[in-house]
């Protein structure tokens, strides 16, 4: 079991930034992969942006160059930097690992991006 708890969610307007973070309970190299998706009311989860074991990233298009996903080790954290908001990001954020075990999902934190 890993659990995962996630931070830094809020109220923002469009353009401003925030950053999401993840505190794994294990440590984060043991895991296939670590991303964040996001569900908008009435919309299926979606991935936003993931990050390898080995530490290569991805992104969604609709945020490529505004948002940047990073890890810290030493912490068993992961960040979501989130720049350039609009109001279309508006979701709930969601941490998800992929490990030998299965794959987790933190509770989630709500973002959002006022007009």
């Known amino acids: 079991q890993v659990q995962l708890v996630e931070s830094g969610g809020g109220l923002v307007q469009a353009g401003g930034s925030l950053r999401l973070s993840c505190a794994a309970s294990?440590?984060?190299?043991?895991?296939?992969?670590m991303g964040w998706y996001r569900q908008a009311p009435g919309l299926q989860r979606e991935l936003v942006a993931v990050?390898?074991?080995?530490?290569?990233?991805n992104y969604a298009d609709s945020v490529k160059g505004r948002f940047t996903i990073a890890r810290d080790t030493a912490k068993n954290t992961i960040y979501l930097q989130m720049n350039s908001l609009k109001p279309e990001d508006t979701a709930v954020y969601y941490c998800?690992?992929?490990?030998?075990?299965?794959?987790?999902w933190g509770q989630g934190t709500q973002v959002t991006v006022s007009s």
């Open positions: 990050i390898t074991s080995g530490g290569s990233t």
């Open positions: 294990k440590t984060i190299i043991s895991m296939n992969f």
């Open positions: 998800n690992a992929l490990a030998h075990g299965g794959a987790f």
